[in-house]
């Protein structure tokens, strides 16, 4: 009995200790930066709820999917790390064209089921497919000179269409960089010349307007200098004319003191003046 009682409580052991290791092995955590749909081994299929960052309790037949919740790039060029290499097309006058293009995606929370449902675990390869035809389609629509002269507005009207196009599949182009335009060594000589031209021609119109300020500030100068010399002028006149006035009233002043006191002094000695 005692053998018998000591095999059970092995068992039990046993037992409980097995429950705790896949109870231990049921709990499954969510990076910080990523999200998570529950996948069924079983029915192959995924839960439409979307975790965040922490640690859950699933069944043992579930486990997580992860997708990134930060931005991913993608990037076509000759750098080891792309995707894929640069693109090549032509422009809408017929100029062979290679973009090196780099932009950034963001997944749409809400949409991950159904971009799991249609593209499994393998959606970046689909991202690179359709954002390698919407760029091609958008360079086709300009000129070779619009890619020196109004490449920011190209690149911004890249993204808007390419962010478009995702977000029917579950993502945000949030933005999109032109690394590199390659077009036809002789054609970029030609444009080389050319923005040294423009820049000649800037400089020399911005030397003439130098030279007309310049000779406006002489001018300028010369008036001031006028000015100033008959200020000075009229000053010194108001000057001299100041001071003659004032001798000629102190002078009257006298006058008028010494005829005052001469005809006290002949009243006072009771003299007529005649």
Known sequence: MEREYRGIMWCGCAGVMVLLIILLMCWDPVEPTDYALIYNSISKNVDSQVYEGGRYFLFFTNSFVSFPKTLVSIEFSDSQNSQAPGLQTRTKEGLALTLHISFQYQLIKEKLKN???????????????????????????????????????????MRLTLDNALMEIGAHCVSLQMLKIDLPETYENKIVLTQVEVQKKSTKEFEQIATLIRAQMQVDISDANRTIANVSAYGQSQGYITRQQAQAQAINNIISAESSAYQIAMHMLGLKCE
């Open 115 to 157: 971009l799991y449902t249609m593209n499994n675990i393998y959606y970046e390869a689909t991202f690179v497919r359709i954002s390698r035809d919407i760029i091609l389609q958008e360079a086709g629509k300009f000129q070779a000179p619009q890619f020196w002269t109004n490449r920011s507005s190209i690149g911004d009207n």
